[in-house]
Nanobody
Framework: VQLQASGGGLVQAGGSLRLSCVAS????????MGWFRQAPGKEREFVAG????????YYADSVKGRFTISRDNAINTVYLHMNTLKPEDTAVYYC???????????????WGQGTQVTVSS
């Protein structure tokens, strides 16, 4: 499956963004999906994940209550709605697809190209 992420940009602290990730190739609904992020000089970290049907979601503690992951299997798209953004949310955000819902990057084998999110204070 090929993934294309979009929706990043520059936003002030307290603002909102919605990231989108469109999948092409094999059947989207076969995959659990995840969002990860990587800030300069830091390791890639888990942000949010969603299972195949969309009925189960996981969140990192740092984004719980502010970010929401959702998916629309009819249009092969997963979203990350980000509210109350903070400067520490600044990173490149990646979507990923894998066979199971997981917080671990190695469990995902298809990755999008990343989209930059910058939050100014």
């Amino acid at each position: 499956v090929q993934l294309q992420a979009s929706g990043g940009g520059l936003v002030q602290a307290g603002g909102s963004l919605r990231l989108s990730c469109v999948a092409s190739g094999r059947t989207f609904s076969y995959y659990a999906m995840g969002w990860f992020r990587q800030a300069p000089g830091k390791e890639r970290e888990f942000v949010a994940g969603i299972n195949r049907s969309g009925g189960t979601t996981y969140y990192a503690d740092s984004v719980k209550g502010r970010f929401t992951i959702s998916r629309d299997n009819a249009i092969n798209t997963v979203y990350l709605h980000m509210n109350t953004l903070k400067p520490e949310d600044t990173a490149v955000y990646y979507c990923a697809a894998g066979p199971i819902l997981s917080r671990t990057p190695r469990d995902f084998y298809s990755w999008g190209q990343g989209t930059q999110v910058t939050v100014s204070s």
